[in-house]
T-cell receptor, first 111, second 114 residues
Framework: QKEVEQDPGPLSVPEGAIVSLNCTYS??????FMWYRQYSRKGPELLMY????GNKEDGRFTAQVDKSSKYISLFIRDSQPSDSATYLC???????????FGTGTKLQVIP | GAGVSQSPSNKVTEKGKDVELRCDPI?????LYWYRQSLGQGLEFLIY????????KSGLPSDRFSAERTGGSVSTLTIQRTQQEDSAVYLC????????????FGPGTRLTVL
């Protein structure tokens, strides 16, 4: 079993839709959770991160972590064609341990 | 400041040849990662360096793959006797190693094995 599991998609939605991207993880030591966005032919870039359980909002993006169920979510409101990318979730326990990513979910927002 | 750089940006090689891919991390970053991303596939972890600790090689797919990091800075990923299934984009990332350990990725090396 991989430490971080993520549906590879692709996920296609119409412009303006609310998008929900999800991951599960198995490592109970994870304290930090992050979402990276990767455009085609580019390296991934950090979108946002959260510490422990709870929600974090940044503009149209909301990251949610439920440590009791080991579930990580990213919600995108009013999705735009420019949001079309691959989204990677990750977990990190701290203490110079390595960050572990899921394989990524490809999102396409149709105009 | 300068980001993570990788060279070459593209590499075409013949099956059976050895290749070396280079990564220059951000100065001062103690952590360095190598990943592989095959066409249409997800991000696959290969190896992790942290400071002077022994590297985490748990993601290397076979003994044809090796990596080293000299002086805690530049890293080289070597693939011996390349196979067609090695064709992929090889990404390098560096980070401080401290929470939340934001990773900065390089642009990748696109390897094609003919």
């Amino acid at each position: 079993q991989k430490e971080v599991e993520q549906d590879p998609g692709p996920l296609s939605v119409p412009e303006g839709a609310i998008v929900s991207l999800n991951c599960t993880y198995s490592n109970s030591a994870f304290q930090y959770f992050m979402w990276y966005r990767q455009y085609s032919r580019k390296g991934p870039e950090l979108l946002m991160y959260t510490y422990s359980s709870g929600n974090k909002e940044d503009g149209r993006f909301t990251a949610q972590v439920d440590k009791s169920s080991k579930y990580i979510s990213l919600f995108i409101r009013d999705s735009q064609p420019s949001d079309s990318a691959t989204y990677l979730c990750g977990g990190f326990s701290g203490g110079y341990q390595k960050v572990t990513f899921g394989t990524g979910t490809k999102l396409q927002v149709i105009p | 400041g300068a980001g993570v750089s990788q060279s070459p940006s593209n590499k075409v090689t013949e099956k059976g040849k050895d290749v070396e891919l280079r990564c220059d991390p951000i100065s001062g970053h103690t952590a360095l990662y190598w990943y592989r991303q095959s066409l249409g596939q997800g991000l696959e972890f290969l190896i992790y360096f942290q400071g002077n600790s022994a590297p985490d090689k748990s993601g290397l797919p076979s003994d044809r793959f090796s990596a080293e990091r000299t002086g805690g800075s530049v890293s080289t990923l070597t693939i011996q006797r390349t196979q067609q299934e090695d064709s992929a984009v090889y990404l390098c990332a560096s980070s401080s190693g401290l929470a939340p350990d934001t990773q900065y990725f390089g642009p990748g090396t696109r390897l094609t094995v003919l």
